[in-house]
């Protein structure tokens, strides 16, 4: 049996681990102190979540090379993972809920720093969100992590894309080793945002009917979310700011023939890198992805174009450009107004709209809150590896075609 070269023994149950073996050798040939199994080291985590849990039957499980080591996690959302022998590579770990706990499982990857150091916070995803306000009050909606994260036309909702070119309604994946996430939102004392209507920055006219319009599709989105995200303000009272034409802390909707498509709906370049995973991902992917890299940024502006007058009057436009500066992506996998699949296309935000954007946006807020690393990232990987089996990283999963091409495009970056 190898001696380990670590551990102090800081922590009681150490102790009492170390005299059962002790005691276990007694009989045997006298023990040498080669015979001593110390663990290598903890690691400690906290599960945080929105859901109501007492994790009473919740496990974490720390899988590296050959060991497979478990701990129950604690009322409070603690655990402690004794791991046993010395580690190296990539581990994972899993956050195992029974199938009773209204959670979605976690997966996170480590590395052997992760042991002994201070406890990483895993934030989990619900599996089930109850609309508390607006035209969906009461409803319950289940929620997917992967249909969440499903990029067929990128980003997806929860903002994960490959890097891709876009040229009108053509996607060109650029990058298919790298898998990347934008989890954006507005800062929570951003609502409800200034909008203004921009005719100083619009190539067009904006008519009075076009208006009447716009702020009709703003007040039935606001019905169907079931809270004030947005308040309409007159543009000379939202600050513009110089260079490209952006406005701090609002958004401003312009008429823009030059738009290759429909309509385009702008947020600033997430540049607040407030966490990141990157490792060499190959063998334990499954897939041909070498990194992953994800930010969290707020959102401090948006710009909404419209290619025509006449558009302003095109509710599913409207709405799915304000979804889009909110921080939505894309999806074809539930009844969306964020969707291309022309036979699960809505108008309006659907409950499953409402509710993943509000589990992001907790979820999100959790993560900032706790400085966690694992959070949405954790819960995609979780619902894939441990609840349905796949790989961690999904593959390209590209369908266009008539009814699947995108009517707009979405991006994050700059002005003009
Ligand atoms: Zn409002
Ligand atoms: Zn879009």
């Known amino acids: ?40 080291g903890t690691l400690q985590g906290q599960v945080v979540t929105s859901a109501e849990t007492n994790f009473a039957d919740v496990t974490a499980r720390v899988v590296w090379g050959s060991q497979n080591l478990t701990a129950a996690v604690q009322s409070d959302g603690s655990f402690d993972v004794e791991i046993i022998d010395a580690v190296s590579g990539f581990g994972m770990l899993t956050i195992e809920p029974g199938p009773n706990e209204p959670i979605h499982p976690g997966w996170v990857l480590l590395s052997p720093g992760d042991v002994g150091a201070n406890p990483g916070t895993v934030v989990l995803a619900p599996k089930m969100w109850t ?103 007159p543009l000379e009272d939202v600050r513009i700011l110089g260079g490209a034409r952006r406005p701090a802390d609002a958004i401003i909707v312009q008429l823009d023939s030059s738009v290759a498509v429909r309509g385009v709906g702008v947020i600033n370049r997430a540049d607040v890198r407030t966490y990141g995973l990157s490792a060499d991902a190959t063998t334990w992917s499954g897939t041909n992805v070498r990194n992953i890299s994800v ?93 349905l089996g796949l790989t961690p990283v999904p593959g390209i999963d590209l369908t266009y075609g008539p009814v699947s091409a995108p009517a707009d495009w979405h991006r994050s970056g700059g002005g003009r």
Request: charged share 15%; glycine share 8%; with cysteine.
């Open 295 to 387: 930010v969290s940024a707020d959102i401090t502006y948006g710009i909404i174009r419209l290619e025509t007058s006449g558009l302003f009057s095109d509710r599913q436009l409207v709405i799915h450009e304000l979804m889009h500066v909110l921080g939505a992506g894309h999806g074809c996998s539930w009844a969306s107004v964020q969707t291309y699949c022309a036979s699960l296309l809505s108008d309006v935000p659907t409950a499953p709209d409402v509710a993943h954007l509000a589990v992001m946006m907790e979820m999100r807020a959790l993560e900032l809150e706790h400085d966690s690393r694992w959070g949405i990232l954790a819960s995609v990987f979780g619902h894939r590896v441990v609840t």
């Open 131 to 233: 609309v508390d306000s607006g035209d969906y009050a009461g409803v319950e909606v289940p929620i997917d992590p992967q249909l969440a994260a499903d990029g067929r036309v990128m980003p997806s909702f929860w903002g994960f894309y490959f890097p891709f070119f876009q040229n009108g309604f053509l996607q060109t994946v650029t990058d298919n080793s790298e898998w990347a996430a934008e989890f954006r939102g507005w800062p929570p004392n951003a609502f409800p945002i200034p909008v203004a209507l921009d005719r100083l920055g619009s190539d067009g006219d904006i008519s009075a009917a076009d208006s009447i319009a716009f702020w009709g599709h703003v007040e039935v989105m606001e019905a169907a979310l079931g809270w004030d995200a947005f308040a309409p303000a």
């Open 1 to 40: 049996m190898p001696m380990h070269p670590q551990p102090a023994l800081t922590r009681p149950h150490f102790a009492v681990l170390l005299l059962a073996i002790v005691m276990a050798a007694c009989g045997e040939d006298s023990p040498g102190p080669q015979d001593v199994l110390l663990p290598f």
